[in-house]
Each structure stands twice: as structure tokens, then as C-alpha cells.
């Protein structure tokens, strides 16, 4: 009881009412899924072992615990093996149904942002394939983005992205959207993701790769 009333505002406080994507909703779903019966199950197997610790410890005067004769009791196995059976069931696809969302790369993407990794930046190519949603400059003009640092997206689009590395191995880790996505010389990584609400949001390395490592910061700014 002392648990759970500790637990209910922490959790409540952590979990987040709007989602940043669908990936994150997603992620955060399984996340609490799996959270709240691991707690359960913790709970009564500590309660468990605490009264078998005591309840077969050995007495003062004997050398021996107390026998215990029970052994190969059939209905309790059956239920000790088909409830983690069922909860194994439901947290798989619980999982499968997770990585849908968050590995089903669009076939159609809005966007397409190359993030380009090296010692010691991201740089971000920002192509928009359906340029009925990209930016105009002041002359009419479809304009095409390549920063350094930051870049910036368009709430609800959807954006492919592809990440090589130029030099060692990076991680991209976009925080707030639990995203992360190794970033390796020699091989290019495609992944996706959509920006649902506006806001700056940080990008750190998540692979140490060199001196300035710490350093290896970005932003992704999302606009209405
Ligand atoms: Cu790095």
C-alpha cells in the first residue's frame, strides 16, 4: 500500500498526456505495460522468499531446518508455469505491436532528412518530397535546407530519415521522443518519425566517439 501510494503520483507525473510521436507513444506504452505488473510480480516475490526465508530458517538448538514434504505438487506447477506463459504472450505482442509503429518506415514520407554525423556535429540535408508542404522562400521558391546544429520540421509531418556516419561510430538519440539510432561509417541507417507537438526538442551522441563527444549536441525545433 505504502508502495503504490508512493509510486501512483511518480508515475502520473512522468507520463507524458500529449505524446511527442507515435513512436514515443508507442514506446511509452509498452514501457508502462511492462512497468506496473513487474512492480506486482517483484512485490510478491519478495513477499515470498522473506516467508519461506523465515518460515524454514533454521532454529535455535537444531541443525536442520524443519522438512518440508511436499514435493511435486502438480496443480501448483500448472499455475506457476501457465501465468508467466500468459504474461510472456501478452508482453510479446504487446512488443510486436510496439515496433509496428515504430519501425514501419513510411512509403510516402512528407520529408526526408539526411543526418550526416561527425566528430563533432550533426549536420541535417532537409529534402521535402511532398513539396506541397515544404517552405517557399520570399521569391516563390521551393527551398531545400541544409544546417548544421539544429534543424527544424513542421509539426505532423512525416519524415524518413537516413543516417550515415562520416568519420567513427555515433548514435543519434533524439531524447523526448525516445528514439535512438546507431549511426556507423560505411553503412547508412533508415528510420522515421513524426512531430506531433511544437517545441525544441535535444539531440545528444549516445556513442562515445572521441574527445568532444560531450559535445555532440543538436536540436530539433518543431513549428505549427
Ligand atoms: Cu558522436
Known amino acids: 500500500m505504502g508502495l503504490a501510494a508512493l509510486l501512483v503520483p511518480f508515475l502520473g507525473g512522468i507520463a507524458r498526456a500529449d505524446p511527442v510521436s507515435p513512436g514515443q507513444a508507442a514506446t511509452e506504452q509498452l514501457f508502462y505495460l511492462v512497468l506496473v505488473p513487474a512492480i506486482g510480480i517483484g512485490a510478491v516475490v519478495g513477499g515470498l522468499v522473506l516467508y519461506a526465508v523465515l518460515k524454514f530458517r533454521v532454529r535455535k538448538g537444531h541443525t536442520e531446518g524443519p522438512a518440508n514434504p511436499e514435493t511435486g505438487n502438480r496443480r501448483l506447477e500448472t499455475i506457476w508455469t501457465v501465468i508467466p506463459a500468459i504474461i510472456l504472450v501478452v508482453v510479446g505482442v504487446a512488443g510486436f505491436q510496439a515496433l509496428i509503429t515504430t519501425d514501419t ?65 555515433h548514435a543519434f538519440w533524439l531524447v523526448p521522443f525516445d528514439l535512438k539510432i546507431d549511426v556507423i561509417p560505411g553503412h547508412s541507417n533508415t528510420y522515421w518519425l513524426q512531430p506531433l507537438q511544437p517545441g525544441d526538442y ?16 543538436a536540436t530539433l525545433h518543431v513549428v505549427k
Request: proline residues 2%; aromatic residues 14%; glycine residues 6%.
Open 202 to 217: 535535444a539531440i545528444r551522441c549516445a556513442e562515445f566517439c572521441g574527445l568532444n563527444h560531450y559535445s555532440m549536441t
Open 105 to 169: 518506415i513510411p512509403q510516402n514520407p512528407d520529408v526526408l532528412v539526411e543526418i550526416n554525423a561527425h566528430q563533432w556535429y550533426w549536420n541535417f540535408n532537409i529534402t521535402y518530397i511532398n513539396e506541397t508542404k515544404g517552405w517557399y522562400n520570399s521569391t516563390g521558391n521551393f527551398t531545400s535546407l541544409n544546417t548544421t546544429g539544429a534543424f527544424t520540421l513542421k509539426a505532423g509531418l512525416t519524415v524518413k530519415i537516413i543516417l550515415r556516419s562520416f568519420d567513427v561510430n
